[in-house]
Each structure stands twice: as C-alpha cells, then as structure tokens.
C-alpha cells in the first residue's frame, strides 16, 4: 500500500471552499426570497480520503453523501460522524443494499420498484426503516439512471406500499448544460415536487428536493431545491484509482 502523506495545503484549501460555499448557499437563498436555513450543503465525499473529510466535518458540516456502498462503509468507521446524517446519493445495485441497512439516514437515489422491494426486504430484516428520495431522470438520458417523469407517479405509489420504506422527496441530476437551461429542468423538478407534496399521498412526505452540484448549485437553489450536493467545488477534483 502506497503510504499516505497529508498534503496540508489541501486541508485548507478545502476549510476555505466549504466555507465559501456555505456562505454563498446561504446568500443565494436569501437571495431567492427564502431562509438560509432553507437549504442544506452536501459534502460529498467520495474518492477522498477521510483525513480531508474530517476538517469540514469538524467545522460542523452536518451533511454527507457517498455513492459507493464499499467504500461508504470502510470510511464510517474513521470519520467524525457526531450529529453528521449521511447519505447515498450513487446508482445502487440491488445486492448491496443489505450492507446498508440501518447504516445510513437516506437513500437518494431510488429509482425503481425492483431496487425499492429490496430495500424493503433488507431494512425489515435489520428492524429499521430507510428514508429515501426517488431519483428522477429530468432530462430523459439514456446514459442516467433515475426513473422517468412519466413513471413517478406509478413509482411513488406503489413504493409508498411498503412499511420500512418512508418517500421523503425527489433527487435529481440534470445533463450538462448552460446556465439558463439548467435552470428550466431545476424549475420543471420544483413543480413536480410541489404538485405531489399538494397531493398529500399516505406514507410520502414532500420534504425534500435535493438538486444543484458543484457547477449549478446556485441555480438550483433559486429554483427551490432544499440540499445541494456539492464534491469537487469544495474537495477538489476527483481522483479515481
Ligand atoms: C459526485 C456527485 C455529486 C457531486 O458532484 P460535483 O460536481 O463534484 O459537485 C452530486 N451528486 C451525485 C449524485 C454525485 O454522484
């Protein structure tokens, strides 16, 4: 294994980003006619080590998210997670779900019946139950997971059935685009998720709109998202192995 040296002029520059980030979450939201406290900064941490993780925890950042399985749970064990929820914001195989369950407070990317029956089954089993966002596929990729617009409703429906499973919101991820572009599919996800929280659907809660990454998170809390998920902008770019 190679040996792991702490580059500490990275441990700033990541303290100095979150802050900066939060600052300006906080000011675009008052910026949109609404309370700072309105809208929650994600880190996400994935493919950084923990030693870079832990300064911004220690800051008080109360919010991560993890797309792997493996590696989410081989990093619990040495990040500062006193009060911090985490969250798995990655596309998840079906047969990993029980390594999860009651190990973490969201899923946000569910995106099928088949993932949601498991899910079910593992949390049940573990005597728990798993909030989760249903993953939505707002600009129709092939290459995305996420289910399509024309499914939610059937989704949520049917996944509102089950007993360890509590609907919590929508995530979402847009295609890359420009500003102004990004900024309609943002608003197109707002009104869906208030349009189902006005349906007042058994067992789903519309509390959560979890939209905007490093590149756009500022339109997407001028268009109503309450979490932004933002990695690179405050850790760097990401290295994978
Ligand atoms: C990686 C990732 C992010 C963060 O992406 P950045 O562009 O680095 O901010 C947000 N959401 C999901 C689902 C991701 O996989």
């Known amino acids: 294994m190679e040996k792991f040296i702490l580059d500490e002029a990275r441990v700033q520059r990541t303290v100095d980003n979150y802050r900066r980030i939060k600052n300006d979450v906080a000011e675009t939201a008052i910026r949109a006619g609404r309370s700072e406290n309105d809208v929650r900064l994600m880190c996400v941490t994935k493919t950084v080590e923990p030693e870079y993780i832990n300064p911004v925890l220690d800051l008080g950042a109360n919010l991560i998210g993890e797309n792997k399985v493996q590696e989410y749970c081989s990093k619990l064990e040495t990040l500062h997670l006193d009060g911090v929820e985490k969250h798995i914001i990655g596309h998840l195989q079906t047969n990993k779900v029980k390594y999860i369950a009651g190990r973490v407070d969201m899923i946000e990317s569910v995106d099928s019946v ?8 593992q949390f049940s089993k ?3 139950v798993a909030n989760i966002l249903i993953e ?10 996420g289910c399509d617009m024309s499914e939610l409703d059937e989704l949520i429906y049917e996944i509102a059935e089950m007993q360890n499973i509590k609907i919590k919101g ?9 500003e102004n572009e990004v900024r309609k599919y943002f608003a197109k996800m707002h009104d869906k998720f208030l349009s189902l929280k006005e349906k007042n659907i058994d067992n789903v809660n519309m509390d959560i709109l979890s939209m905007g990454m490093s590149a756009d998170y500022e339109q997407a809390v001028l268009e109503g998202s309450n979490i932004v998920r933002v990695g690179s902008a405050i ?7």
């Open 114 to 121: 088949k993932l949601a029956k498991e899910i079910q089954k």
């Open 170 to 178: 929508l995530m979402t991820i847009p295609p890359i685009c420009d």
């Open 126 to 128: 573990a005597d728990c």
């Open 136 to 145: 939505v596929n707002i600009g129709n990729e092939e290459s995305k997971s």
């Open 235 to 241: 850790f760097g770019a990401r290295h994978y192995n």
